[in-house]
């Protein structure tokens, strides 16, 4: 790396896209990936489709924990 570098000529905001949605890419481990893939022909569906589903299973038993959770953790 160099001492300093010389932004006198940069932009700001140059690649600032409004609105613009970033969709970060999830790595599961190969014994996981093959059984969404597994599951997933077996249904003819996307694996998108299998992990999303799982997800919002899990998101709403997290929110179904939630209330007793936060009620515990206030008391300490």
Do not use: H
């Not at 932009?11 to 597994?38: S, T």
Request: avoid cysteine; glycine fraction near 6%; hydrophobic fraction near 35%.
């Amino acid at each position: 790396m160099r001492k300093e570098y010389d932004f006198s000529k940069g932009e700001r905001g140059k690649f600032y896209r409004p609105g613009v949605e970033l969709n970060l890419p999830i790595y599961l481990e190969p014994d996981v990936a093959k059984f969404v893939y597994e599951l997933a022909k077996a249904k003819n569906i996307a694996i998108e489709t299998v992990v999303n589903d799982w997800l919002r299973q899990d998101i709403a038993l997290i929110g179904e924990r939630t209330p007793q959770q936060s009620d515990s953790s206030e008391r300490n």
